[in-house]
C-alpha cells in the first residue's frame, strides 16, 4: 500500500461521520455496567469483515463474557425454502428461512445475553459454535459424568458478567430489530469492510469449493450490505443510540480513535492498557502466518491487498454489482481506478 493510498483513506476517516462523539472525555461516560448491572453487545459482521480483531478490542474491556458464532450450529440444521431465489448461502436471509427459524434464532439469542444456554450452543467439540470454548472443553474433561456442573459454572461465569458481547456473521440488521424490542439496552456494532477486500480473502481461505463458490462473488455481499444499511436507518430512527457502524478501513488505520469511538458507544470506559494492546496487535515483531489470526506485523498493508490479489475482471464486476452500495456510503468504497 503507498503512502498515497493511506493519505487518501485518512482523508475519509476525517470526512466520516461517527454518530458517537468521543470528545467529551471519559468521565462523562455513563455506564453502562453501574445502572444495567451489565452491556450487552451485539457485533454484526460478515464472512472475512475484520470481526475477530473488533471482538478482541471489544473483549478488552474488564470481565466481558464472549460468545463466537453462536449461530453456526443452529443454522447448518436448517433448510432453505425451495425457491429460485435462494441458495445455499441464503441462510443470512429472512425470506429464505421459514418464519418459525427465525422466532427460534431471536429466542436463542435472547437467551444468550441473558446467560440461558441451550443444547445447540453447548458443543465445544465443534471449533466455532460453543460458548467459552477453552473453558467448556477443559471442564468437560474433568467432569466427564457430570456435564451440568461445566453448564452451572458456565452460567455463573455469565450472570457475573459486566459486557456480555456476541459475535456472530449469521444475522441480518433487520432481525435485530425485533432483538431490540426484547433487549432495548443492546448495542450493536455494525461492522463493514470493503467488499473487493472481503471476496479477496475469501479466495485465500477454504471457500473456492463448488458448495461455497457463491461466497466468493458480489452477489453474496453488496445486496445484503444494501438491505443492512436500509434497516440500520431504521434502527436509529427508533433507537438512536443503539447502532454503531464502523469501517474496518477506519479501524485499522486509526485503531486508537475508532476503539475509543467504539467504547464511547457502549457506555463503557476505555481501558488503559489499550494503547498498548493496539500497538502489539497492529505493528507486531511476528508475521502471522495464520488465516483467522488478529495479529499483524503492519495491519494496514493488507487494506489494498486486493488490488494485486484480484483479476481487474473481478474488479470490475465487483464494482458494478456494487455501484449502488457505494453510493449509499457516500462514496468511502469507491470504483477501482488503476491510475490512482
Not at 69 to 77: C, F
Not at 198 to 203: A, E, F, H, L, Y
Not at 220 to 227: A, G, S, V
Not at 305 to 325: G, M, Y
Request: glycine content about 2%; proline content about 5%.
Amino acid at each position: 500500500m503507498t503512502r498515497e493510498n493511506i493519505a487518501d483513506l485518512k482523508i475519509k476517516l476525517k470526512r466520516t461521520i461517527y454518530s458517537h462523539k468521543v470528545d467529551k472525555g471519559q468521565d462523562q461516560v455513563k455506564d453502562h455496567n453501574q445502572r444495567l448491572g451489565f452491556t450487552p453487545v451485539l457485533l454484526l459482521a460478515y464472512l472475512r469483515s475484520g470481526s475477530s480483531f473488533t471482538a478482541d478490542i471489544i473483549q478488552q474491556a474488564p470481565n466481558t463474557f464472549f460468545v463466537f458464532e453462536p449461530l453456526m450450529n443452529i443454522l447448518q440444521r436448517v433448510q432453505i425454502k425451495t425457491e429460485p431465489s435462494c441458495t445455499n448461502t441464503d441462510l443470512f436471509s429472512e425470506e429464505c428461512r421459514e418464519t418459525s427459524t427465525n422466532s427460534f434464532i431471536l429466542d436463542q439469542m435472547s437467551g444468550l445475553f441473558n446467560c440461558n444456554f441451550t443444547e445447540p450452543f453447548l458443543q465445544p467439540e465443534h471449533p466455532g459454535g460453543s460458548i467459552n470454548q477453552m473453558f467448556l472443553s477443559k471442564c468437560l474433561r474433568i467432569h466427564k459424568r457430570r456435564p451440568n456442573t461445566c453448564y452451572r459454572q458456565l452460567k455463573q461465569m455469565c450472570l457475573k458478567s459486566s459486557v456480555r458481547l456476541v459475535k456472530t456473521i449469521r444475522i441480518s440488521v433487520n432481525l435485530t430489530k425485533q432483538l431490540l424490542i426484547q433487549i432495548p439496552n443492546l448495542k450493536i456494532v455494525h461492522l463493514l469492510r470493503d467488499p473487493r477486500a472481503m471476496i479477496g480473502s475469501r479466495k485465500d481461505g477454504d471457500f473456492m469449493s463448488e458448495t461455497n463458490k457463491y461466497l466468493i462473488t458480489p452477489e453474496d455481499i453488496c445486496p445484503r450490505y444494501e438491505r443492512d444499511l436500509v434497516a440500520a436507518m431504521d434502527i436509529k430512527r427508533i433507537w438512536p443510540d443503539s447502532i454503531m457502524q464502523i469501517y474496518y478501513e477506519d479501524l485499522v488505520l486509526n485503531p486508537f480513535v475508532v476503539s475509543k469511538a467504539i467504547y464511547y458507544f457502549m457506555g463503557i470506559k476505555f481501558p488503559d492498557k489499550m494503547q498498548k494492546w493496539i500497538t502489539e496487535h497492529t505493528h507486531s515483531r511476528h508475521k502471522n502466518t495464520y488465516y483467522y489470526g488478529t495479529v499483524r506485523a503492519n495491519s494496514s498493508s493488507n487494506i489494498f491487498k486486493w488490488k494485486k490479489s484480484l483479476q481487474e475482471k473481478t474488479i470490475k464486476e465487483t464494482d458494478k454489482v456494487c455501484s449502488s452500495f457505494y453510493k449509499s456510503v457516500n462514496y468511502f468504497y469507491k470504483p477501482y481506478d488503476k491510475n490512482s
